[in-house]
């Protein structure tokens, strides 16, 4: 509905209100783009719930990605 079409009373009704909008400061494109570059990373070592002294997990880990990596072709074709 444009405004050309509502009706004169309702019009007039309307203009009677008055709103203040308050002025909402955007950011700019360049800090969002830096914001999001200089996030810091998360560990991926915390990811696998690997901690410094848990040796099996560091040598079982890499065996268990390569066998996957290794069997996966061979279960699929």
């Given at each position: 509905m444009s405004k050309r079409e509502i009706p004169h009373e309702l019009r007039d009704k309307l203009d009677e209100f008055?709103?203040?909008v308050p002025d909402i400061t955007q950011k700019d494109k360049w800090g969002r783009l830096a914001?999001?570059?200089?996030?810091?990373?998360?560990?991926?070592?915390?990811?696998?719930?690997i901690k410094g002294d848990s040796f099996t997990r560091l040598?079982?880990?890499?065996?268990?990605?390569?066998?996957?990596?290794?069997?996966?072709p061979i279960f699929l074709f």
């Open positions: 008055h709103v203040e914001n999001w570059i200089y996030a810091p990373a998360q560990n991926p070592v915390e990811l696998c719930r040598t079982v880990m890499p065996l268990i990605v390569v066998l996957i990596v290794f069997f996966t």
